[in-house]
């Protein structure tokens, strides 16, 4: 069974460039979240979709913004990049909201702003 | 809103040594409390959770407590490992039950 895909794993981009990341579920999850890990910290919310809907939403910027697709793939997007967005990003995957079933995440997106 | 509390920022102990990892949490209301083992370059990987209606939980080598009057839970590595070395994770599901907050992690290395 494929887990959690994320695409691209490593990308550079300069500041004021606008980036979209994207994030494939496992087979049957209808929930994807997004989080994001700075180096040598945990990761922190950015976002929950369940069914295509925003569920959640974290202490981000309005910079950043994500959707969900019919399949449940999802992307995230940010606008306007500085140098602090860069750090990991992490998708999750659950059947259903965390507290109840748990992530699975995938391997990231390394985003390095410059 | 929720705030994830983790201790010690690394860990050193010999192979077959016992390991433990202590995290604290301020909201009450959490009820999901999972653990994560992170290795270089990839994603955290879900090793145990608990929820609030129970006390311990084990698997093989790998046990969690929580104290939910105290507000803390407890990771216990038993017979630890080389390939136990990684960073650790501990999180509690936030109120509204759509997020995890995480620790800021516990490098645990395991020498031979």
């Known amino acids: 069974d494929a887990g959690v895909t994320q695409s691209p794993t490593h990308l550079i981009k300069t500041r004021g460039q606008h980036v979209t990341l994207r994030c494939s579920p496992i087979?049957?999850?209808?929930?994807v979240s997004w989080y994001q890990q700075v180096l040598g910290q945990g990761p922190q919310f950015i976002f929950q979709?369940?069914?295509?809907?925003?569920?959640g939403r974290g202490n981000f910027p309005d910079r950043f913004s994500a959707r969900q697709f019919p399949n449940y793939s999802s992307e995230l997007n940010v606008n306007a990049l500085l140098l602090g967005d860069s750090a990991l990003y992490l998708c999750?995957?659950?059947?259903?909201?965390?507290?109840?079933?748990?992530?699975?995440f995938g391997s990231g997106t390394r985003l390095t702003v410059v | 809103g929720e705030n994830v509390e983790q201790h010690p920022s690394t860990l050193s102990v010999q192979e077959g040594d016992s390991a433990v990892i202590k995290c604290t949490y301020s909201d009450s209301a959490s009820n999901y409390f999972p653990w994560y083992k992170q290795e270089l370059g990839k994603g955290p990987q879900l090793i145990i959770d608990i929820r609030s209606n129970v006390g311990e939980k084990k698997d093989q080598r790998i046990a969690v407590t929580l104290n939910k009057t105290a507000k803390h839970f407890s990771l216990h590595i038993t017979e630890t490992q080389p390939e136990d070395s990684a960073v650790y994770f501990c999180?509690?599901?936030?109120?509204?039950?759509?997020?995890?907050?995480f620790g800021k992690g516990t490098t645990l290395s395991v020498s031979s």
């Open positions: 999750a995957s659950s059947s259903g909201t965390p507290d109840l079933y748990g992530y699975t």
């Open positions: 087979s049957g999850h209808k929930s």
């Open positions: 999180a509690a599901g936030n109120q509204a039950g759509t997020a995890l907050i």
């Open positions: 979709y369940y069914e295509k809907e925003e569920r």
